[in-house]
């Protein structure tokens, strides 16, 4: 079964959004009082989450045995991790003992290397807290690994095809014999793990300085809006110059092979890229959409 991986990994992970808690722990020592006023203050969602254990969280999830969604989605729109500077999460980032397993967290990744499987987790945990207190988007470029740091951007190789992208650990597994990271179902999807359920990977991990005064402007984030895809360079031209002047932004045209993709921007300012897009789409290009790239110093 394509799936068999998954079964094995999903019967142990339970605890993946249980250890974003574990930290606050000593709380659940004071769990009487605290109890009553939940029942009467609507704290009763919390306490259960503070207090829970694997056992008790049988059906928490909506389905049983994790799944892919039920329709695949593009390759061509799977952008990598883009990593940038960002403080260690207060969630998440504690050493903790698992099934009499320690584990102690690596607070010191830069030049962090390891080899070993993938496994990949999806529709199962949609939706449902990562050990950080993040929500799981099994559509992001994200992953679970035991012991680095919470955020860490990794770069995955998968050795078996030589396939390669950028993902950012916001999770904490797989706590499995031999696997050392967990894929969500994008990041799987561009590594061509769905079939296989595992793959022999390396995964490096991408040190992102503490931006300075001077380096600031090249942290910024940039967006880009690909509007469509022609083979015909003198129309692409034509009409990046009419989209130019019509909503008053830049526009560039991006060769790859034979075709020519028409772009605007680049963005600064995520609420204007996305009030383009939509004036975009009303004048017949609704396939437009937004892409993220860093800002080249």
């Not at 989450?49 to 999830?61: L, V």
């Not at 597994?173 to 696997?179: A, C, L, S, T």
Request: a neutral charge; hydrophobic letters at 30%; aromatic letters at 8%.
């Amino acid at each position: 079964m394509i799936f068999n991986a998954m079964s094995d990994y999903a019967k142990s992970s339970y605890t993946k959004s249980n250890y974003a808690m574990n930290s606050n722990a000593q709380h659940a020592n004071k769990s009487s009082q605290l109890k009553q006023l939940a029942l009467m203050g609507g704290l009763v969602v919390l306490m259960n989450g503070c207090t829970s254990s694997p056992d008790s969280q049988s059906g928490r999830y909506d389905i049983n045995d994790d799944i892919a969604p039920d329709v695949p989605i593009s390759v061509e729109h799977l952008e990598d991790a883009h990593p940038k500077y960002e403080p260690y999460s207060l969630g998440g980032n504690s050493d903790y003992t698992l099934r009499g397993e320690d584990y102690k967290i690596i607070h010191d990744s830069k030049g962090f290397t390891e080899k070993g499987k993938a496994s990949w987790y999806g529709k199962k945990f949609h939706g449902h807290l990562t050990s950080n207190g993040e929500v799981y988007d099994m559509y992001s470029m994200s992953a679970a690994h035991k012991t680095l740091p919470i955020p860490s951007y990794v770069k995955v190789t998968n050795t078996d095809n030589n396939k390669s992208t950028i993902v950012r650990v916001n999770d904490r597994g797989p706590f499995h014999e031999g696997r050392i990271i967990d894929l969500s179902y994008a990041a799987a999807y561009k590594l061509d793990v769905i079939r296989t359920g595992t793959a022999n990977v390396e995964i490096e991990v991408i040190t992102v300085d503490i931006p300075t005064d001077e380096n600031k402007k090249a942290a910024l984030p940039q967006y880009i809006i690909q509007v469509a895809t022609s083979q015909h360079q003198d129309r692409s031209e034509k009409l990046a110059s009419e989209l130019s002047k019509e909503l008053s932004v830049k526009t560039f045209l991006q060769p790859v092979d034979d075709k020519y993709r028409l772009m605007l921007g680049p963005f600064h300012d995520y609420a204007l890229t996305q009030e383009k897009l939509e004036q975009v789409k009303l004048m017949g290009y609704p396939s437009a959409y937004i892409k993220k790239h860093t800002l080249t110093r």
